[in-house]
Nanobody, 119 residues
Framework: QVQVVESGGGLVQPGGSLRLSCAASGNIISIYGMGWYRQAPGKEREFVANIGSGGRTRYADSLKGRFTVSRDNGKNTVYLQMNSLEPEDTAVYYC?????????????WGQGTQVTVSS
């Protein structure tokens, strides 16, 4: 069984920063891509960023320069550093990971962590 758990969300003022973490645990053989999505109220879930096992990153065009994704393979953890936050960044942030277990590759999602940007 595999679990993916996000943490680090909260309330922050405009212009502030937050760092989200997402840790995978369980019967893991290998972790490939890990990434972040977000869903604002009344909107569809959208891609934020991802990072491959070798460190190659990809970002949503609108977020380049403010958000940074990184990972610690030894800890099976992916991070999302968010700077210069804006009210429009308010959303539930979800982590996902492509994980191989017993020769089966699946995408696992976390339960989400709320980020609220407000004064």
């Amino acid at each position: 069984q595999v679990q993916v758990v996000e943490s680090g969300g909260g309330l922050v003022q405009p212009g502030g920063s937050l760092r989200l973490s997402c840790a995978a645990s369980g019967n893991i053989i290998s972790i490939y891509g890990m990434g972040w999505y977000r869903q604002a109220p009344g909107k569809e879930r959208e891609f934020v960023a991802n990072i491959g096992s070798g460190g190659r990153t990809r970002y949503a065009d609108s977020l380049k320069g403010r958000f940074t994704v990184s990972r610690d393979n030894g800890k099976n953890t992916v991070y999302l550093q968010m700077n210069s936050l804006e009210p429009e960044d308010t959303a539930v942030y979800y982590c996902n990971a492509d994980i191989g277990t017993n020769y089966v590759l699946n995408t696992y999602w976390g339960q989400g962590t709320q980020v609220t940007v407000s004064s």
